[in-house]
């Protein structure tokens, strides 16, 4: 028959097997929030990050993002409000649109509006000065003030030119998904949501009603590049007057973008960020234009998706006012 000491070490040795299970269920809980879900080549992919980063601890502004101790799932952060950018964001960058409207579209404008004899000698000014300043307008302002237009460049112009000549409905699907997904994140979630992008404003809100998703984005929380003048993404002064104007804090901002650079600059000041970025081998889009590729896995990048849209199953969190950080997708597979 046992001792009374022996069978206090077999309780003791049972009861540390007991208190070891809700450890084993978080490594596996947190193996599980390493998904994340995206559609990929028109299929629904996945890609899986280690389950051992998503287990450790993660710098954030005032602390660390850690799994939690009472059921394991990495919950992430406190979030409240989401910008997103407009072109190659909430449409495909592969529909072709972008090339269109800063291709055709703006060679017209430029013949047309600004003087130029030819279209090749407009291309080459515009190439110069978007590569410098990653937008059309701030790009014929600066040169208008270097003189190197033969017609000065009248700022409110090129937003009604482009939202009157760019051919939406030949390039760009309408996306009920994305459609539900605003609804959703406004009516539902309670998420502040914002529009930034570095084309001008007539042309910003013209996207946004041919998508379907205008009445989702107050007045004020739709932002183009007149708003933040003279600075423009991806300067941090243009993210800084956002999130002033808005009134919200960094930390508790998500942006979805396409642009590396913007993205970079949205990690140093704080703000999460979400990768716009479809796969499909060779740049396309303003990012082929401006030699700025996606990067899935640069340390800026916190979670990629195909599209916008597939937040909803990649990042359902979002719905709960929260963002787990972390989720950077490494490599993707078809389901």
Known sequence: MPSLSDRRCTR??????????PALCSVAVSTLCAVVWSRVGGGLSVSFAGAARHASRRPVAGGFATASSSGGALEGIEVDTIIFDIDDTLYPASCGFSNHRMSDVTKRFMVERLGFQSEAEAMALWSEYIQRYHSSLKGF???????????????????????????????????????????SLQQEAKMKLVAFTNAPRAYAIRS????????????????????????C?????????????????????????????NIRACRELGIHTVLIHEDKG???????????????????????????????????????GRFAVGKRALETSKL
């Open 233 to 261: 993404k991806p300067e941090r002064a243009a993210f800084e007057q956002v999130l002033r104007v808005v009134g919200v804090v960094p930390e508790r901002t998500v942006m979805f973008e396409d642009s590396m650079k």
């Open 12 to 21: 003791l040795t049972r009861s540390r097997r007991t208190s070891l299970r």
């Open 282 to 320: 060779d740049p396309t889009g303003e990012a082929k234009l401006l030699g700025d590729a996606a990067l899935p896995n640069d340390p800026s990048v916190d979670a990629t998706l195909a599209r916008a849209a597939d937040a909803r199953t990649a990042l359902p969190g979002l719905w709960r």
């Open 141 to 183: 302002k600066v040169a208008t003030e270097e003189g190197r237009l033969p017609i000065p460049f009248r700022q409110e112009e090129l937003g009604t030119y482009w939202a009157d000549n760019c051919d939406f409905a030949k390039y760009i699907k309408k996306d009920t998904e994305l459609v539900d997904m605003m609804r």
């Open 208 to 231: 946004l009603e041919y998508l379907g998703i205008r009445e989702y984005f107050a007045d004020d929380h739709v932002f183009a590049v007149e708003d933040v003048l003279p600075a």
